[in-house]
Structure formats: C-alpha cells, structure tokens
C-alpha cells in the first residue's frame, strides 16, 4: 500500500548549527494534499527551506509550536507574516491555526507585535487563530487526532504529541529534549519516534550533551531499543561532521554508532529529507 503521509524533515540540526538549518518538519497529508507544520526554526530559514523542499506556504494550515526557544520560534514570526501578506493579496484562502501553550501564544504575539506590520496583526483572531494546547489535549488536525503532552522539561515549558497514522501505525514526537522517564509508556511500542540526539556518545566530551539537558545517539538508540520503537528518526543534531573533508560524515558515524544500541529502522535525516511513514 502507498503511504499516505510522508515526514518532511526541514531542518535537522541544533539552535546554532550553520551547515543546516535548526530541527522543524512537516507531516505531509498526500492525500489532502495539505502539511501539519511543526516549529519553524530560527528564521527567515524557513522560507528557504519550504521553497528547496517544494511545499508551498499555501498547503499550510495547521502549525504547532513546541517551546520558546529561538531556534523553534522566530521562524514562526516568518511564517505569520508571510502567510499574513498573502492573506492581504488574496494568495492564501483559508484561515492559519496555530497549536501551543497558553504563555507561547503570549510570546508569539508579542514577538509579532514588535516586529510586524500593523495590516498583518489585524489577521490575528480573525484569520490566524491560536488554539490552546494543554496537556492531554487532543485536537483534529487534517486526517489526524493529535494528541499533545508536556515533555516535562525542566528548562522550559515543552509540549509534543503522538498521533495514529491513517495506516493505524503510531508515532510519537518528543520535542528537543530526551524522553522523560515518566513520559516511556507513551514511546514503547511506537512505530515512529521522533528524537532528539545532540551528538555522538564517543563525542559526549567535546558537545557536552548532558549539560544542555540533550542526549546522545546512543542513549537514544539505547531508549528505543527498550522501549520496543520500530522506526527511530534521530535529530536536533550538532553539524561539524556535515560535508567533512576528512571523515565518513553525519550520517554514517551516527548510524554506525546508533546500530549498536538498536535493531529497528534508524533514521539520521539531513535537511530536506522525505520520509515514507
Ligand atoms: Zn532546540
């Protein structure tokens, strides 16, 4: 049977890679022809990032914020205004939700108040909505029930969300931050986890993952394996081992690496990567 929804990898890397952009992604509805974004980076990124990956801002409808942080959020600046111009040019039909928590959604607004154009605020609560996102909280999203839980940081507020698939398959996605132990139940059995490593466990004392409240390829891989995850996609990644002169490359060293600790399908994704789910 063809899939009917493909994961869109934008970006791959951590809040201050250069050789990639910061972790976001789509869930492409192949049959609605429509994406479920999810973060947008830190910028103007974004933009590039949906041009090179062929997916029109017009497809998106639908757009959940994780956190905070600058890496995931100011690209949502981006995409609110340039949603919010075509709106204003008739380029846009439809309205834009926007998925988050209640003091993010204060964060994004102020954000756009200080640095947008009056004619595109005047779209918020009419055309651009934002839905409150608490956890435990389950909304329709295109073909999908997605349901949103707190990730339990402890440095800033985090939500993610499991959804089943239209084949009945279950992914889960856990924010920029590692699986929080009272939060496994939801991963075990998954047959899709989103995850984040920071860096290679042979490279732990050079990126110094734990100190950022990151993990590494192979605790990750470890987390899965237990947990009995069928297809792991690894991200949020450092990136000096991207186009190396010397060296086997990102990809192939966190295969290597992540191989030992787990027997699923594993997934390093580079930035513009489609992934059959
Ligand atoms: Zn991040």
Wanted: proline share 2%; net charge negative; charged share 25%.
């Amino acid at each position: 049977m063809e899939n009917l929804e493909e994961l869109l990898v934008l970006g791959c890397g951590h809040a201050t890679v250069t050789k990639c952009y910061n972790t976001c992604f789509a869930i492409l509805d192949r049959e609605r022809e429509e994406a479920f974004l999810v973060d947008a980076g830190g910028g103007n990124g974004i933009l590039r990032a949906l041009r090179e990956a062929g997916l029109p801002i017009t497809r998106i409808h639908h757009f959940f914020i994780t956190h905070s942080h600058t890496d995931h959020v100011l690209g949502a600046v981006w995409i609110i205004r340039d949603i919010g111009s075509k709106m204003r040019d008739g380029s846009y039909e439809g309205d834009l939700h926007i998925y988050c928590h209640a003091v993010l959604e204060q964060t994004v607004r102020a954000l756009c108040m200080l640095t947008l154009q009056k004619k595109l605020l005047d779209f918020f609560g009419r055309r651009i909505l934002f839905h409150r996102v608490e956890d435990g909280t389950c909304h329709q999203i295109l073909g999908w029930r997605i349901h949103f839980f707190d990730i339990l940081s402890t440095k800033e507020r985090q939500y993610a969300f499991w959804m089943e698939l239209l084949s009945g398959r279950r992914l889960i996605f856990f924010g920029d931050e590692p699986c929080h132990p009272d939060r496994k139940a939801l991963m075990e059995d998954a047959d899709w986890a989103l995850c984040e490593a920071f860096c290679l466990y042979g490279e732990r004392d050079r990126f110094r993952p734990y100190k950022k409240h990151h993990s590494t390829v192979l605790d990750a891989c470890a987390f899965a394996e237990e947990a009995r995850v069928k297809n792991l996609v690894l991200w949020h990644t450092e990136d000096t081992h991207i186009g190396e002169a010397s060296g086997p490359g990102r990809v192939v060293r966190y295969l290597e690496e992540g191989r030992r600790a787990y027997h699923g399908s594993l997934y390093i994704p580079e930035d513009l990567e489609r992934i059959a789910l």
